[in-house]
């Protein structure tokens, strides 16, 4: 596979996977539209096509070349255009869409981006789950995370109480499982270095705290829907929201940390020197 191709299959992939993780209905479409432009980018450097800068283009050239593999994926032009008039909007004005319609574009995604792997792969004599497995090792330390599992049986833990709730007159069994808002999240945990990533991907204490992280963010999506709630919201609509916590650690050398801090406090000095000397000379003035 040309180096540009696979650079261009995993920019696009962090970009899908910032946008399943994202609480604002703007950064999702931005992300999640930008995913597929760098798969389409992908197939046409693949097939010897320049890609160009000018995605309405970008759009019709993949219209025209890869008409059929849109077909397969179930992305019609209308959903395209649709979605590319969206994701200018969202760059361009304040417009909050509705988190259904971010869904459809999500999973318009993800089918596109499947159909485009799935192309490439055996267009390089790989198999899809061969492709799939380095790319997603490639961001994330490996395609299947140690705390995949924990989620995964947190999630299990919910439904059963929300089972049991029903059986207890709360609610119905099958509506309180549906609602489940494990059903409806999404865990993105990055990282850059090697070793971070592996810790992530395999390190099983990692993944325990990971799943308490997780469980929290559970009970908080319902302490805002009970909010919601009270806050005279329909019944209807209390599920009807975006929600992401975005916390990040951006760390550096002990070496750089040091020399920032020397340099902040040599300006603090600095500074306080250059104002005792002002105060000072306006002392003299007076005497004078």
């Given at each position: 596979m040309k180096p540009e191709v696979k650079e261009r299959l995993i920019t696009g992939l962090i970009q899908y996977l910032n946008a399943n993780s994202s609480g604002s209905s703007r950064l999702a479409v931005a992300d999640s539209y930008l995913a597929i432009d760098n798969y389409f980018a992908a197939i046409l450097i693949d097939k010897g096509i320049d890609p160009t800068r000018n995605h309405r283009q970008k759009l019709r050239l993949m219209l025209l070349h890869f008409g059929e593999l849109l077909r397969k994926a179930n992305a019609t032009q209308e959903d395209l255009v649709e979605f590319y008039d969206c994701w200018q909007k969202v760059?361009?004005?304040?417009?909050?869409?509705?988190?259904?319609?971010?869904?459809?574009?999500?999973?318009?995604?993800?089918?596109?981006?499947?159909?485009?792997?799935?192309?490439?792969?055996?267009?390089?004599?790989?198999?899809?789950?061969?492709?799939?497995?380095?790319?997603?090792?490639?961001?994330l330390g490996d395609r299947w995370l140690n705390f995949d599992e924990k989620i995964s049986y947190i999630h299990e833990i919910w439904q059963h109480e929300a089972e049991v709730q029903g059986e207890m007159g709360i609610g119905s069994k099958l509506l309180n499982k549906m609602l489940n808002p494990s059903n409806f999240c999404e865990i993105l945990v990055l990282?850059?270095?090697?070793?971070?990533?592996?810790?992530?991907?395999?390190?099983?204490?990692?993944?325990?705290?990971?799943?308490?992280?997780?469980?929290?963010?559970?009970?908080?999506?319902?302490?805002?829907?009970?909010?919601?709630?009270?806050?005279?919201?329909?019944?209807?609509?209390?599920?009807?929201?975006?929600?992401?916590?975005?916390?990040?650690?951006?760390?550096?050398?002990?070496?750089?940390?040091?020399?920032?801090?020397?340099?902040?406090?040599?300006?603090?000095?600095?500074?306080?020197?250059?104002?005792?000397?002002?105060?000072?000379?306006?002392?003299?003035?007076?005497?004078?």
């Open positions: 760059r361009y004005s304040s417009i909050v869409l509705k988190p259904n319609k971010i869904l459809y574009f999500l999973r318009l995604s993800s089918r596109i981006i499947s159909a485009i792997l799935s192309k490439l792969a055996s267009q390089n004599g790989m198999s899809y789950e061969e492709l799939e497995e380095e790319l997603y090792t490639e961001i990282a850059d270095d090697e070793v971070t990533k592996e810790i992530i991907a395999k390190d099983s204490e990692f993944a325990s705290k990971v799943a308490d992280f997780y469980q929290s963010f559970l009970k908080l999506i319902l302490y805002v829907q009970n909010a919601r709630l009270e806050k005279g919201v329909t019944s209807n609509e209390v599920t009807n929201f975006m929600l992401s916590l975005k916390l990040r650690y951006h760390g550096q050398s002990m070496d750089e940390i040091v020399y920032d801090w020397g340099e902040m406090i040599a300006k603090v000095v600095e500074s306080f020197n250059l104002k005792s000397r002002k105060d000072q000379d306006g002392d003299n003035k007076k005497d004078l």
